[in-house]
């Protein structure tokens, strides 16, 4: 049920109307709200927050509309230098950047917006539950399907596991490269719209690629309430956060990380091409990983907006004091909830372009909407990944390299960082023909 919680909680009222919830699912919301908002309170306790600032609406009648002016969308222009050392020394070669300001980024990171890894984290079996020959469009593939069975003998009343699917073209000479998607689960019973779109899994398979799926709320929920379970649940032996503990997003990224270790084992796999690929909070989540896990190669992070790539600083669409209350806050660490309260959204050391730093030199794509996606902000993800070129150029390669934004289906893929507007709302199907251009491009795939 937790799986598709946030789902029917976010979507379906939309979609199908709240009206074809059954009793069960509106007490089950119910219930998840009411935890998520003690949760959430007893986070600002610790924190001494008394209130926070409140987030902006997505309705422009309501109150304390988002932001859609660009010429007010910068109050604080001028973002923390990534090549600048804490000490005020001049980062100026790329042993300075790996063995000196990386870390402290990261570091600032973990401290400031996503919390602390926890050390020690518990192994992972993988079982495979079923290897199926099926057919995907006119492609004969394998579906391998797995559970991943994370250890609990610390704390044997939590019990987490991670579900994962593999699908491997059916005939290959050598092992192939993957893309990973952090996927949404649908309630039983609903079909998404249809769509003349080739599934993404098709056009990866068309290619002779592996296309595999991890459900991130099989081992984190989507909520407060759920903090308190899964592998965060878990290491807090069933406690509640403190501020510095890692977030939903953090946790998510551990789980494609397990993901990709058992890939590292498979013969069919080439591990060292693995995509990571996301939407919406499961592209602040693909940022996340891809920033933390170097194993990664390549990433399509999908309208990812605050929290994800988005400028923290940028006051357009969704801003700092959307995530930081009581329905998201679980993505971040307790302590960014301080950028909603007592501090300005410039009081942060980093920004999103930092983020991108952590990234560098790898490849990756940035896709989002032009109409109905603005509250992602799709300039404040671009300026993001302009501001992170020196970086990019101190390793030696082009990161975006333009800082002109790009019109509506206009491609950039000048250097290691591509950028595509599509012509739709917030969806991925429009980018996901040019990501897979780009990947091919950027891991010598053609
Ligand atoms: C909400 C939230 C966004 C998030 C999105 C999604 O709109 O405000 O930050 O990206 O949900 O995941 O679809």
Known sequence: MNNYLFFVFLFVPILVGAQQRTPEQDSLIAQTVRKSKADHAYML??????????????????????????SE?????????????????????????????????????????????????????WVLLKSNPEKLGNYDVNVLTYSGQVANDTYPSISVTIDLTITLPALQAQPVPIVME??????????????????????????????AVII?????????????????????????????????????GWGASKALDLMETIPQINAEKVAIM????????????????????IAYIASSGEGGLKLHRRDFGEIVENIAGPGLYHWMSGSFLNYAGPKGWDDLPIDAHSLISLIAPRPFFIGVGANGDNWTDPKGMFMAAAAAEPVYQLLGKIGIGTSAFPAVEELIDLGEIGFRLHPKGHVTGPNWPYFIEFMSKKLDLE
Request: charged fraction near 20%.
């Open 278 to 297: 996301g939407h919406s909070r499961f592209g602040k989540a693909a940022a996340v990983t891809m920033a933390y896990d170097s194993r990664f190669a």
């Open 73 to 125: 969308a910068n109050p604080f222009p001028n973002l923390p230098d990534l090549l600048t050392l804490k000490s005020g020394e001049k980062v100026s070669t790329p042993k300075q950047w790996i063995t000196l300001r990386r870390p402290e980024i990261e570091y600032l990171f973990n401290e400031e917006i996503y919390g602390i890894t926890p050390k020690n984290l518990p192994a992972v079996n």
């Open 45 to 70: 306790h610790q924190l001494s927050i008394k209130e926070l600032r409140p987030g902006r609406s997505g309705n422009p009648n309501g109150i304390n509309p988002a932001n859609y002016e660009e």
């Open 182 to 211: 952090f996927a949404f689960v649908f309630p039983p019973g609903f079909n998404p719209p249809p769509s003349n779109e080739i599934s993404w899994k098709e056009q990866v398979i068309a290619k002779g690629w592996g296309a």
């Open 216 to 252: 991130p709320t099989s081992y984190q929920a989507d909520n407060g309430a759920g903090l308190t379970e899964g592998i965060i649940g878990l290491i807090n032996q069933g406690k509640r956060r403190s501020p510095s503990d890692w977030g939903t997003l953090k946790a998510w």
